[in-house]
């Protein structure tokens, strides 16, 4: 008799992109301080590139000591970039606790390095198909895009975190895909309206345009990450398992 397969139960719609809007919206608006605390100090190393670029500018400024400071900052944003990542997330899905931000930050520190190389993986994964035509490396993208979601929530360490989150997205890649260029393209046109300011500067205040890009960051960021996280729920509670036979 030949082997059967276990049946796969119909999973449960997604919410609207409106609806995970709203919903990221007012969780935005209830944390807002918190949650711009921990963004700030994921980009307080680009604030001072910003402050030791223009210093740079000026003639008697000593290039060698500001050129190794500006490199040794540019390291260090690495480093806050991924702990303010995984502190951010993590805050987010605790948010209906008291969770402070030092808690954050210190919660998931064993999945720092796990949460790195994963990244970097996917992301080299992802361009490598996207070397092949542009469509394979937007698939293979949407189908990775909640490995670091699936890791802080389920703590789910190395490359399985990937495959969770594949295992996610497989049968609904379309409903994803669709929310996630909602917040793509409302984070595009939001940073163009923001970078459009830059054309009133005059040329001597450019570097303001770099700072206006990092004060985006500073309050889009975190928005972004409450309704990507909100995405990754939805899908995890509404996943339907193989059923029994």
């Given at each position: 008799m030949p082997e059967l397969t276990p049946p796969v139960a119909a999973s449960k719609p997604l919410p609207a992109p409106s609806d995970l809007l709203r919903a990221s919206w007012q969780l935005?608006?209830?944390?807002?301080?918190?949650?711009?605390?921990?963004?700030?100090?994921?980009?307080a190393p680009s604030l001072i590139n910003i402050g030791l670029a223009?210093?740079?500018?000026?003639?008697?400024?000593?290039?060698t000591l500001l050129g190794s400071l500006i490199f040794?900052?540019?390291?260090?944003?690495?480093?806050?970039?991924?702990?303010?990542?995984?502190?951010?997330?993590?805050?987010?899905?605790?948010?209906?606790?008291s969770l402070t931000i030092s808690d954050a930050f210190n919660q998931n520190v064993s999945l720092l390095w796990s949460f790195f190389w994963v990244g970097l993986v996917v992301g080299i994964i992802t361009m490598l198909a996207a070397l092949l035509l542009i469509i394979p490396g937007i698939i293979v993208g949407v189908y990775y895009s909640l490995y670091s979601y699936v890791m802080i929530d389920q703590q789910i360490k190395g490359f399985r975190a990937a495959a969770t989150s594949w295992a996610l997205i497989k049968g609904r890649w379309w409903a994803v895909f669709?929310?996630?260029?909602?917040?793509?393209?409302?984070?595009?046109?939001?940073?163009?309206?923001?970078?459009?300011?830059?054309?009133?500067l005059p040329s001597n205040l450019k570097q303001l345009a770099t700072l206006l890009s990092l004060i985006f960051n500073l309050f889009f960021s975190p928005f972004a990450v409450i309704y990507t996280y909100r995405l990754y729920?939805?899908?995890?509670?509404?996943?339907?398992?193989a059923a029994a036979v």
């Open positions: 935005f608006r209830e944390h807002f301080s918190p949650l711009l605390k921990i963004t700030l100090v994921m980009v223009t210093l740079s500018d000026l003639p008697s400024a000593p290039q040794l900052f540019a390291l260090l944003s690495i480093v806050t970039g991924i702990w303010g990542s995984v502190a951010l997330i993590t805050y987010i899905k605790n948010n209906n606790r669709g929310r996630l260029l909602v917040i793509g393209l409302l984070g595009l046109v939001l940073y163009a309206m923001t970078i459009a300011l830059t054309w009133l729920a939805s899908l995890h509670d509404t996943h339907a398992p």
